[in-house]
């Protein structure tokens, strides 16, 4: 992790952060976030990280206590002050500290915290792909909210690791949704099918930026909600995220996907997202 945290305006080492007990974060979760990927030390697409924090703050009625052009000054300090090069920056924003009440307080402030981690590429999973559980979804129905209550999630990838595999992709009554914490995407008959952006998914930054590729290589893509059974007969499928990139999926619940190793439209679209990131 890098040294240096931003807290509301200012850069602090991690003793000098001092967040109240009190925070609604902390108490209900009463919070949203951004992950962004840093690729030779600049941000990737912050533009459309900041579309879904503004959009995920607006839904939860939560003031962003500064503006994108004044927030990505303060980020880009902290991607220098870390000499960070290759690896990921969080950023979170909570209600603010106050009383446990659930109304709106009306004197907290919203409180930020950002740090930086130097992560290196996952060139590993890319090469080899994943090995995935189903799990039902049980989430609420903003899951297009970049929120704090990762509960689900938590849950849905334990039950995974515990059944040794990677990772979960999640399904309601069979319709298959995303991943515990990336899209999930499948090629059957040549055809890239993934779940429309709706309120049942995270409208991912990857997931926009993959599709914008499929576009520009004219591979077809229909976004549309695909069932288990879809997924299990496809010719191929990958999830896409923030830390992950385009990870082929390899196996589903023991049943391997298509030859069992990843597929041309996989490999295709990972050779076009390094492209994108100017490898
Ligand atoms: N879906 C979920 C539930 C996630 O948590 C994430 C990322 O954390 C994604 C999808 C992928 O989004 P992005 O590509 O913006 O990282």
Request: aromatic share 8%.
């Amino acid at each position: 992790m890098g040294s240096i945290y931003l807290y509301n305006n200012r850069f602090l080492s991690a003793e000098e952060v001092a967040i109240s007990p009190e925070d609604r974060g902390y108490y209900y979760g009463d919070g949203i976030y951004e992950v962004f990927r840093v690729y030779n030390g600049r941000l990737f697409e912050p533009g459309l990280h900041f579309d879904r924090l503004e959009r995920t703050a607006a839904g939860l009625r939560l003031n962003l206590p500064m503006d994108r052009s004044a927030l990505l000054e303060k980020l880009e300090e902290l991607v220098l002050r870390n000499r960070l090069n290759e690896g990921t920056l969080y950023i979170q924003f909570t209600r603010g500290a106050a009383p446990r009440s659930l109304p709106f307080p009306k004197e907290a402030e919203p409180s930020l915290m950002a740090y930086t981690t130097e992560v290196a590429r996952p060139v590993a999973a890319m090469e080899a792909g994943i090995r995935a559980k189903t799990v039902e979804d049980i989430r609420w129905l903003h899951c297009d909210y970049k929120t704090l209550n990762l509960l689900p999630n938590v849950l849905a990838k334990q039950e995974a690791v515990e059944a040794g595999t990677d990772d979960a992709i999640l399904h309601r009554g069979g319709t298959v949704t995303e991943c515990s914490a990336s899209n999930i995407m499948i090629v059957r008959d040549g055809v890239i099918l993934t779940h429309p952006a709706d309120n049942l998914i995270l409208h991912g930054v990857t997931r926009a930026v993959v599709l914008r590729l499929a576009h520009a290589a004219e591979l077809a893509v229909l976004e549309r909600p695909f069932t288990l059974e879809e997924l299990l007969g496809a010719d191929e499928a990958f999830i896409t995220g923030t830390t992950v990139e385009v990870t082929p999926v390899v196996s589903v619940d023991g049943q391997a996907i298509g030859s069992g190793a990843a597929g041309p439209v996989t490999r295709r679209l990972q050779r076009d997202f390094a492209a994108a990131i100017g490898l």
